[in-house]
């Protein structure tokens, strides 16, 4: 009779939790027997290179950042299909030429849309 | 913890049994996986490096590990001129780091402010604020010194107790694992020196 194949994944779970588990358990008796706890002021302080942290670390972004960097895509997927076509530029066929004009123009297209839309005011 | 006789241990290793204590087996562990902490200061920072690439090779001695933050790291190496303004920075990331922690001053510089000990920003030695464990002189010491002295730290570890009353330091709960970070007074670190590390040799004369 052939195990569950299922069985091995038990296991396998089983060695994974294991796995981090005994060691931390080993520490943590470790530091509970031996290893006297010094907490301090510094060393419980935020780590910033040994500089002392300023101010709070919950920041907000602005949310046109959001925008910039959607319209930033535009620009970007641009530069890609861009280079290999100005390398193959000269043996490129009708077809292949007229293809980039229209992916080139869709960009475009969506960039004249954002513009319309007003995303390119930094909006306060 | 008993110790067991060394002559009965030679004995049993003789007849392929191993016997060891809890204390060879934490040191043996500790001393084999040395982490130091990552910064540079000066040009013996490149020695540092030097020694973690692959001529030197540190991770035969188990200390490649540089660890980019103080809460993983069990060494540092003050590679290098520590100038005033470093100073503060240098103690705070020490107090960060987690015990058992252990500090080689490398280089003339860190130990006392080597071809600069007359400039009006250089620290004049590291040993003023923090305890150090292994010196290693010269201007940069080279790579080989480097290496030295962590074995001279390795063997440090491996005779460290962890029990009765001559244990380790970091075992002790009253000993300090922060040191008071100098902050910048009006024309020099203050306080000059930490006194419970850094007593000021006593000239005779």
């Not at chain 1, 796995?19 to 290893?35: G, T």
């Not at chain 1, 100005?86 to 043996?91: D, E, K, L, N, S």
Request: one cysteine or more.
């Amino acid at each position: 009779m052939r195990p569950d194949p299922y069985l091995f994944i038990v296991i396998l779970i089983g060695v994974a939790l294991a796995f981090p588990l005994i060691p931390l358990a080993l520490a943590w008796l470790w530091r509970r027997f031996f290893q006297p706890p010094k907490p301090g002021p510094d060393k419980t302080s935020t780590y910033e290179c040994g500089v002392e942290s300023i101010g709070e670390a919950h920041v907000q972004f602005h949310v046109q950042y959001y925008l910039y960097a959607i319209i930033f895509l535009i620009f970007d997927v641009e530069a890609v299909f861009l280079v290999p076509f100005a390398v193959a530029f000269t043996g490129l066929p009708v077809g292949a030429f007229i293809a980039i004009l229209i992916f080139l123009l869709l960009l475009i297209e969506g960039l004249v849309w954002a513009w319309g839309k007003g995303c390119l005011q930094w909006q306060r | 913890m008993s110790q067991i006789d060394e002559q009965l241990r030679t004995e049993l290793q003789r007849q392929g049994v191993w016997v060891t204590s809890m204390q060879d087996l934490y040191n043996w562990g500790r001393k084999n996986s040395i982490w130091p902490l990552q910064f540079g200061l000066a040009c013996c920072a490149i020695e540092m490096i030097a020694t973690a690439a692959s001529r030197y090779d540190i991770a035969r001695f188990g200390g490649e590990v540089f660890r980019p933050s103080p809460r993983q790291a069990d060494l540092m190496i003050v590679a290098g001129t520590v100038t005033k303004k470093m100073a503060p920075q240098i103690v705070r990331l020490f107090n960060q780091m987690a015990d058992p922690k252990y500090v080689i001053a490398m280089g003339a510089c860190a130990i006392s402010g080597g071809p600069f000990k007359q400039g009006y920003n250089v620290l004049k030695g590291i040993d003023r604020y923090i305890p150090v464990d292994v010196y290693i002189p010269g201007c940069p010491p080279r790579p080989e010194a480097l290496l030295h002295a962590f074995m001279e730290l390795q063997r440090k570890i491996d005779e460290q107790k962890l029990t009765g009353a001559d244990k380790a330091e970091f075992l002790k709960p009253d000993q300090p694992s922060e040191f008071p970070v100098p902050r910048f007074g009006r024309h020099d670190l203050e306080p000059r020196a930490n006194p419970n590390v850094f007593q000021p040799p006593v000239l005779e004369r």
